[in-house]
């Protein structure tokens, strides 16, 4: 989301990023820009980072013998990535992630590519519990450079009402 200019003094602004729960519409379908080019020391940092020991992430050799003719990325870099690009959109007012579902990897990821992503809503609620509060769900895709799926899932949020975020509240 392109970022708001929120007045904070005479001719003085602070960037605010993220939607409201107001914000969301279900139907709505957000690009996110701009793409993530994934590469080795990405892969090779997350599998240590994450302590995922499989050759197929780390040894060029093995991956070459695989299948694939080379190494593949980490299928979570891949859900990250496409999770953080779309937290401009998404997530940077929000409370909390409250979960992933179905998560489905459709195509192999590998160092060079390019991934884009976007977000469909697919339902918002009021909290019940919450009176300031919203729970919004989307549907992120990831898709490469030439333009193959290969990743989508559900992710459910506890969003902010307008004028209730984090950042509507602190002075920093």
């Known amino acids: 989301m392109v970022a708001i200019a929120k007045e904070?003094?005479?001719q003085r602004y602070r960037e605010s990023y993220g939607r409201y729960f107001e914000d969301f519409?279900?139907?709505d379908v957000y690009e996110h820009r701009p793409g993530r080019t994934l590469t080795e020391t990405d892969n090779?940092?997350?599998s240590l980072l994450t302590n995922n020991q499989h050759p197929l992430h780390s040894d060029s050799e093995y991956g070459?013998?695989?299948?694939?003719?080379?190494?593949?990325?980490?299928s979570c870099i891949t859900l990250s990535v496409?999770?953080?690009l779309s937290v401009a959109d998404?997530?940077?007012?929000?409370?909390?992630?409250l979960g992933w579902n179905q998560v489905k990897l459709l195509a192999p990821v590998f160092a060079g590519d390019t991934i884009y992503a976007e977000s469909e809503v697919l339902e918002k609620r009021a909290s019940k519990s919450r009176p300031n509060q919203g729970?919004?769900?989307v549907r992120s895709t990831g898709k490469k450079g030439d333009g193959t799926v290969c990743i989508t899932f559900e992710r459910t949020l506890l969003i902010p009402m307008r004028g209730?975020?984090?950042d509507d509240k602190i002075d920093y």
């Open 90 to 97: 998404v997530s940077a007012k929000a409370i909390a992630n």
């Open 25 to 27: 519409e279900v139907g």
């Open 64 to 74: 070459k013998k695989s299948e694939f003719g080379q190494c593949l990325m980490d």
């Open 44 to 46: 090779i940092w997350f």
């Open 82 to 84: 496409v999770t953080g």
């Open 164 to 166: 209730h975020a984090l």
């Open 8 to 10: 904070v003094g005479k």
């Open 135 to 137: 729970i919004v769900t």
